[in-house]
Structure formats: structure tokens, C-alpha cells
């Protein structure tokens, strides 16, 4: 999946060839959740014949839970589900109706992923037949070959004197310290081109939320300074306490760079903006918007959310062919929305590069329905409150750079003033 760089957050990575090898011959499904993207990825191939999509639909769908899982196990997999996207440590056994009438047994078990600060990850196995199969656990790999499966940079750091204890081979790639350098090397040594009164808030937010997410410029042995959004969390390793830090890089993205990434385009013309001030209606608005995309844009449709969180609803209008007419002021439960992971995860923008992927209430009530298969999703907030979002659709997967603008960004200024002229006389 693609990477949150709002804040830092680390994205749910591809496992490594020789693991995901092992994991192919496991005679269970094995997932993994990433928390803040609301996505779940299917890390091997096993599949339960003939019912592998109806049995993997429980693990995304809440619709397919209600149908599929027997009535006195229902709120037992919900409870067991709900503690997976909290990542805690957590088993159930349920029941699932076949289409044959015949129910079969399966156990769930999750925790939360020690490679990814954000993610949980578990297997789900049919134990009708085959209860004495279940996956053995010994052997666990050290935290230095752990973190080595992780492609971005990580840093673990001793909590008591903050100094570096061990680097994955990403951090070493981008730092290029000796052993030698490593063994005397401290968090200060580190960030010494970051503001102090940031490391303050950092070691603040540590102490009082054992994690702190945002922006750090690392420096390497070469004295020089990389851009990063940096995750830090408090972690406990055979009795010693640790820093877990991961580093995304931000010198070496697209958006960095400036190349032009397909799907976010920036487009301000004139006539766009006599386009908006002529809407009426929001419907108009966002048409003008959706018109002034270049005819290559793999934006289908354009999508305004309207938050209201006291309400605990939101309300959408849509255009764009996928959308056709039906999309207007279509209300939704705020639980389980895209506002609601932006609010919860503090995020500036979310994107979603595949959402059969998803596991979101409101990706399967109301994109995947209509063939969009991937969205960037642009907030606005007001006083400090969420109230729209404004969503740019693709019928591709992957049509959107997470690391880059939102599509017409110059755009968007006029966009809101706008929005709230016509709102003011057509809540």
C-alpha cells in the first residue's frame, strides 16, 4: 500500500521473500490490517475451495460478517475485530453458515505487528477438521532480522542514555555510519538540525503518549540533512526499554523532486474560476472542478463529503460518470467514514490506492459499488473541525502519489470560498 507521510505514519510494507515463502505453505489464511489506511493485504496464497472469497469477505466487509458468521458468534468476532483495529493481542473462535448449509468452525487470531507501528497481523484458519494444525510459535527471530524486513528506515534507540542500538539496513543505507560510529552514536548526534523546542515536544509527547508522529531532519555521517516524517514509539525488549523509530524520507519523493505525478494535477486557469463563481449549487461546483481535469486525468468522478460529527452522519454529492445522478446529499454514519479516520489519525489527507483492499464500512457502501477503485480525499477544517472533504475518484487502482498535493490544488482555496457562498444560501 502506499505511505502516509501526514504525520509519519508508516505504511504496511510487503513481507520478504524467504518469509512469504514460508508463509505460502501455511494452511490458513494470513492478513495484515493497516489501521490508519483502513486497509487489510493478504500476505499468501492459501485459500479455502470453493468458498475463499466469501470466507475473506468477514475480514473486510462488516456486511458479509452480519450475513456469513452464526448469530450467538456474531458479537464475539465483532468484539475480537474491534480489539485487532485497537492492536491488541487477540483469539476467537466462530462459526461461519456455508452456502451448503453446513457450518464450519474458523479461529481468528491477531496482534499487533511488531514491524509496523500501525498495523496488526494474524491468520484465519478452519478448524473444523484440522484443530492440531495450528501454527507453531517457537523460534522467534531476533529484533535486528525483524526489523531488517522493513524496506524504510529503522532506528532503535536505548530509552535510558539515547543511544543507537541497532539500524536496519534502509537506516544504514541512508546514514551510512560505520559499526564503530553506530556504537557511539546518540538520538541528539541525530537530530542536530532539528529545533530544540521540537525535540522538546517530542520527548513530552513520549512520556505522556509513548509515541509522537511528525517531521525531523535526520543528519547522515556525511554531516548532511534528510528530510523525514519520523513515527517514535516507546517499546519494551527483554527488559530494556526502547525508541522504535521510523524514518519515511521525503527527500526522494516524487513531490520533492517535482516531477508531475500522474493524477494530481494543478491546473489554475481563469476560466476554471469563472466557472466556480457561476455555480449555484454544489452539484455546479464540483462539475467545474471535474471540467477542468486534462483529458489523460484518470479522475472519474469528484466527490464532497459534508461532515457532521455532532450529528454522528455525513452527507455526500457526487459527479462524474461512475457516480451518474444519484449522488446527492446521500447521508452516511460518520463511524467507519473517511472523516472519521482523518479526525482519529490526525491526518492532512488520505489516499487509498486499492479499495477491494479496504476495510472501511463506507468504501464498501459506497465506492466500491460504483467501480472506484482508488481516492485522494482532501480535508477542510474550520475553526479547528473537520467539516468537508472533498474526494477525487478513479476507477484505476493506484491513480493517486500520496506523497504529492491533491489533485488541483491551486484550485482548492476557491473552491471552499465558494462551497461555503453556496451553503450559506442552500445548507
Known amino acids: ?57 468477514i475480514m473486510q466487509n462488516p456486511q458479509s460478517a452480519q450475513r456469513m458468521i452464526l448469530a450467538d458468534d456474531r458479537e464475539r468476532f465483532q468484539q475480537s475485530y474491534k480489539q485487532l483495529l485497537h492492536r491488541q493481542k487477540t483469539t476467537c473462535i466462530f462459526r461461519i453458515q456455508m452456502e451448503n448449509g453446513m457450518s464450519h468452525w474458523f479461529k481468528l487470531a491477531g496482534m499487533p505487528d511488531p514491524e509496523h507501528p500501525t498495523c496488526s497481523i494474524g491468520v484465519l484458519m478452519d478448524i473444523s477438521s484440522h484443530v492440531s494444525t495450528i501454527l507453531a510459535t517457537e523460534g522467534r527471530p531476533g529484533l535486528s532480522v525483524k526489523i531488517d524486513l522493513i524496506d524504510d528506515p529503522v532506528l532503535l534507540v536505548r530509552f535510558a542514555d539515547r543511544s543507537v542500538s541497532i539500524v536496519n539496513k534502509a537506516a544504514d543505507q541512508l546514514l551510512g555510519y560505520s559499526i564503530d560510529q553506530l556504537a557511539d552514536l546518540h538520538l541528539q548526534d541525530l537530530l542536530r538540525d532539528t529545533p530544540g523546542t521540537d525535540l522538546f515536544q517530542i520527548y513530552e509527547s513520549l512520556i505522556f503518549s509513548d509515541y509522537w508522529n511528525g517531521e525531523l531532519y535526520v543528519t547522515d555521517s556525511m554531516g548532511r540533512s534528510h528530510q523525514c516524517l519520523a513515527r517514535i514509539q516507546v517499546i519494551a525488549r527483554d527488559e530494556e526499554n526502547l525508541l522504535w523509530i521510523t524514518l519515511s524520507h521525503q527527500n526522494d519523493c516524487k513531490a520533492c523532486k517535482g516531477v508531475p505525478v500522474r493524477g494530481n494535477e494543478t491546473l489554475p486557469t481563469k476560466a476554471v474560476s469563472a466557472a466556480m463563481r457561476k455555480s449555484t449549487t454544489v452539484k455546479a461546483l464540483l462539475d467545474s472542478m471535474l471540467r477542468a481535469l486534462p483529458h489523460d486525468s484518470p479522475t472519474d468522478a469528484i466527490m464532497l463529503s459534508k461532515i457532521f460529527i455532532d450529528k454522528g452522519i455525513v452527507a455526500v454529492t457526487g459527479v462524474g460518470e461512475p457516480f451518474g445522478g444519484q449522488l446527492e446529499d446521500l447521508v452516511h454514519p460518520y463511524e467507519g467514514s473517511i472523516a472519521k479516520n482523518i479526525v482519529h489519525f490526525e491526518l492532512d489527507k488520505h489516499v487509498v490506492m486499492e479499495t477491494s483492499k479496504s476495510i472501511k464500512p463506507i468504501d464498501w457502501a459506497l465506492f466500491i459499488p460504483h467501480g472506484i477503485h482508488s481516492y485522494y480525499a482532501h480535508p477542510f477544517f474550520e475553526n479547528g473541525i473537520l467539516t468537508k472533504v472533498l474526494i477525487f475518484c478513479s476507477t484505476q487502482k493506484g491513480s493517486y502519489d500520496p506523497d504529492a498535493d491533491a489533485p488541483l490544488s491551486a484550485l482548492l482555496d476557491d473552491f471552499f470560498t465558494h462551497l461555503n457562498r453556496i451553503l450559506k444560501k442552500h445548507p
Open 1 to 57: 500500500m502506499s505511505k502516509h507521510t501526514d504525520g509519519g505514519l508508516v505504511p504496511c510494507t510487503e513481507l520478504g521473500g524467504n518469509l512469504k515463502s514460508y508463509l505460502d505453505v501455511l494452511s490458513a489464511i494470513v492478513w495484515r490490517i493497516d489501521i490508519v489506511g483502513k486497509e487489510i493485504s493478504f500476505l499468501n496464497t492459501f485459500t479455502f475451495q470453493p468458498h475463499e472469497e466469501k470466507v475473506r469477505a
